[in-house]
């Protein structure tokens, strides 16, 4: 025992701090950003190139109201298909093109319209496009020229519901695929214009002209923004995934399904060190 008489357990929870992640517990959704986390920082929408420095522009903020937990893996069982010309399955998990006409590799019926995923390949002999949802038209894609890991949201499920890795390219190899949810509502800037610029502080400063960073929830949403020197609210705001959550000297914030207590936003204001 503690010379107050607390068990260290004791002690140690009256001493946890308050935290933003805290207001997702049970799995509340909504948006937990903090610019001061370099590590969800990227200049691009795929996540390739990181934003580290002060006046590196940021494209996309992977938000953390769930942990940016990954989901299974969905590559697990390798490649469903194998559709149009010149692929073979080299039985140890890669897959090389023969030839110049398209050809992918692809699995299908595992995606939900909206979702992140996180893909890691490797590359060699060629480069490949990746794309996810609707290869009917609605889709996003990456051109892969090169090993690593990046990030795609997967858009509308009209018509098909997969990944699919496409070459032209002869001798163009892929292996080492995995494909995993990174769950949450990760945030982005409508345009590279609308990107806004990282600062020496760790925060985001909003241009005033068209500098936008876009949460893409859908329904009814409490926003508590912390920037500058004081925390706002916008609460009860009808969102359509066209939120607009910059503000200029953004230091964090948190979109809400329900209105926080006075008591709830004094310690996002505290967390923060700004003024309610």
């Known amino acids: 025992m503690l010379g107050l008489g607390l068990s260290p357990v004791s002690a140690a929870l009256r001493r946890r701090r308050f935290h933003p992640a805290d207001l997702f517990a049970g799995g509340v959704q909504g948006v937990l950003l903090d610019p001061s986390n370099l590590s969800t920082l990227f200049q691009d929408a795929a996540g390739t190139s990181p934003a580290a420095s002060a006046g590196d522009p940021v494209k996309l903020v992977l938000e953390r109201s769930q942990g940016l937990a990954r989901g299974a893996e969905l590559w697990a069982g390798g490649a469903a298909y194998l559709t149009g010309s010149g692929f073979t399955d080299n039985g140890d998990g890669s897959y090389t093109h023969t030839g110049n006409s398209s050809g992918s590799v692809r699995i299908?019926?595992?995606?939900?319209?909206?979702?992140?995923?996180?893909?890691?390949?490797?590359?060699?002999?060629g480069s490949f496009a990746v794309r996810a949802g609707d290869s009917g038209g609605s889709f996003n894609y990456f051109t892969a020229t090169a090993s690593g890991t990046f990030f795609l949201k997967v858009e509308s499920l009209l018509s098909d519901n997969d990944l699919r890795f496409v070459t032209t390219d002869d001798n163009a190899t892929?292996?080492?695929?995995?494909?995993?949810?990174?769950?949450?509502?990760?945030?982005?800037?409508?345009?590279?214009?609308?990107?806004?610029t990282l600062q020496a502080s760790g925060s985001l400063a909003d241009d005033a002209v068209d500098d936008?960073?876009?949460?893409?929830?859908?329904?009814?949403?409490?926003?508590?923004?912390?920037?500058?020197?004081?925390?706002?609210?916008?609460?009860?705001?009808?969102?359509?995934?066209?939120?607009?959550?910059?503000?200029?000297?953004?230091?964090?914030?948190?979109?809400?399904?329900?209105?926080?207590?006075?008591?709830?936003?004094?310690?996002?204001?505290?967390?923060?060190?700004?003024?309610?």
Not at 108 to 124: D, L, N, Q, R
């Open 108 to 125: 299908a019926g595992v995606f939900t319209a909206g979702t992140w995923i996180e893909v890691a390949a490797e590359v060699s002999g």
């Open 174 to 196: 892929i292996s080492g695929i995995s494909v995993k949810v990174i769950k949450g509502h990760h945030v982005a800037a409508p345009s590279d214009a609308a990107r806004p």
């Open 212 to 276: 936008a960073l876009i949460v893409p929830l859908t329904g009814t949403y409490s926003a508590y923004i912390a920037a500058g020197s004081s925390l706002t609210a916008a609460e009860a705001v009808a969102m359509a995934a066209d939120y607009n959550v910059l503000r200029d000297d953004l230091i964090g914030a948190v979109v809400v399904p329900d209105p926080l207590s006075a008591a709830q936003q004094q310690q996002l204001a505290n967390y923060w060190r700004v003024a309610l």
